[in-house]
């Protein structure tokens, strides 16, 4: 079966970061694995940045996906969304975005 990643990279809206983030781990995470498909979700703050032309967002979620049908699991994610069965907070801003899918396209690499 196909897997993918979905990575998505977001900031709260000002002076709502702890707002944000509580959402965001507490809910949001939750609610996207029950989507078909999305097997497992995990977040990240910007550390530093290595090689940039300009900065990066300051969070970052992967979503790891496995289906024989991507485009089926985005349609039910974004029919979840504009449901208001997976509610998205207000703090998050909706200003600055950024969201792509990745097809793995070869083999983990280990030591």
Known sequence: MP??????????????EQEYNDWYQGTH????VTVRGVKSAQRFRLSRTVVADRGPLPYLAIYDIETDDIDATL???KARVGSGQIFVSAALS?????GAVYEAF????TR
């Open 3 to 16: 897997s993918y990643k979905l990575i998505v990279m977001t900031q709260p809206v000002e002076g709502r």
């Open 29 to 32: 995470l939750a609610d996207l």
């Open 75 to 77: 349609d039910d994610l």
């Open 94 to 98: 909706k200003e600055s975005y950024f």
């Open 106 to 109: 070869g083999p983990v690499v």
